[in-house]
């Protein structure tokens, strides 16, 4: 099935809307701010008050429930839009989640939600943890650890945290599947975790909770799912490894991103540009700033305005805007 590519830009004006990738404004700019379509077409805009959904044609879908907010992403940066075709919403002092037509699919019963991921969310109501389908059945976390938090899934596994301060994991069936024993955990990607014991020290389990990669280093980022490589740091600097811990140093960089599909921007003389899983800059360093890759294109910037280029460093849609943000794909 083919797939458009949209993209959210930032007018003069300050208003937000949506480019498509041959640089077309399909949605005016007009939002106080909006977030990514979703896969299935379908965004949350920022109105003066408010939000609204807005289809690929830029019309609002009517909603039920009128005066909403809605899930914020980490340390409450940028919202979180529809995830499984759900999205979730506080109304009052309880969550619940919207589909794609406006309607309440699943009741606002809930003190703490979490975005949906591979058709499971997470919820609490009062001292009950619980996992949701998109159909909005219950299954209750049991645990002999007397857990007080728990996070989003992230490949079929949801970070819990347990009274003393310890990580584990629970599944998509509610139960604990990686027992509760870290100082902190990152989320599941490319079929593997980062994870610190309580020394400290980080390192990657596998979804047994087995260490694949020992704690040796004194940070991680997740492993990129394309190119199966995570940044790393040692007492010498950053650096990266493989799935099987085997090395990788960029020395010809002055700073180091993470990999996002089989590239990671890196730095020359202030300028930006990125390299491949062999250390090679495959796109020279050129930019005054770059976003990861997503989806094979990336946001860069030159002569102070933000465009799009391909994973050859081809602009894909000019730099004439204030702000853009990474490029979706929808179905």
């Not at 027992?179 to 020394?199: H, M």
């Not at 811990?245 to 089989?262: A, I, N, Q, R």
Request: hydrophobic letters at 35%; glycine letters at 14%.
């Amino acid at each position: 099935m083919a797939q458009n590519g949209l993209v959210q830009i930032k007018a003069e004006s300050g208003k937000w809307g949506y480019a498509n990738l041959k640089g077309e404004e399909v949605i005016p700019a007009k939002f106080k701010n909006c977030n990514p379509f979703s896969s299935d077409g379908f965004a949350v805009v920022v109105l003066t008050s408010g939000y609204s959904i807005i289809n690929v044609k830029g019309e609002e879908i009517p909603t039920e429930v009128h005066d909403y907010e809605i899930i914020q992403g980490i340390f409450g940066i940028g919202p979180k839009g529809f995830e499984n075709g759900l999205l979730g919403i506080r109304s009052g002092k309880k969550w619940g989640y919207l589909n794609t037509s406006g309607k309440l699919a699943i009741p606002l019963n809930y003190d703490y939600i979490t975005e949906f991921n591979g058709g499971y969310a997470t919820a609490r109501n009062g001292g009950r943890f619980i996992v949701l389908d998109t159909k909005g059945k219950e299954t209750s976390l049991v645990s002999k650890d007397n857990i007080d938090d728990i996070k989003h899934f992230s490949e079929g596994l949801a970070p819990v945290r347990s009274s003393n301060g310890l990580f584990g994991f629970a599944n998509t069936k509610a139960e604990i599947a990686i027992p509760v024993q870290f100082k902190s955990v990152g989320y599941f990607s490319g079929g593997l975790a980062w994870a610190k014991n309580t020394e400290g020290k980080a390192g990657f389990i596998n979804p047994k909770g087995e260490w694949v990669i020992q704690p040796t280093y004194l940070d991680v980022t997740n492993f990129d799912p394309v190119s199966k490589f995570a940044k790393v740091k040692q007492e010498s600097g950053w650096s990266y490894i493989d799935a099987s811990g085997k090395p990788l140093v960029v020395s010809t960089t002055e700073s180091w991103g993470d990999f996002s599909d089989g590239l990671a921007a890196g730095e020359q003389g202030g300028k930006k540009g990125f390299y491949n899983t062999k250390g090679e800059w495959v796109i020279k360093p050129q930019f005054e700033g770059v976003r990861k890759f997503e989806n094979g294109y990336a946001a860069a910037k030159q002569g102070g305005k933000w465009g799009i280029i391909d994973a050859s460093g081809n602009w894909v849609i000019k730099p004439v805007y204030s702000g853009i943000n990474d490029v979706v794909l929808i179905k």
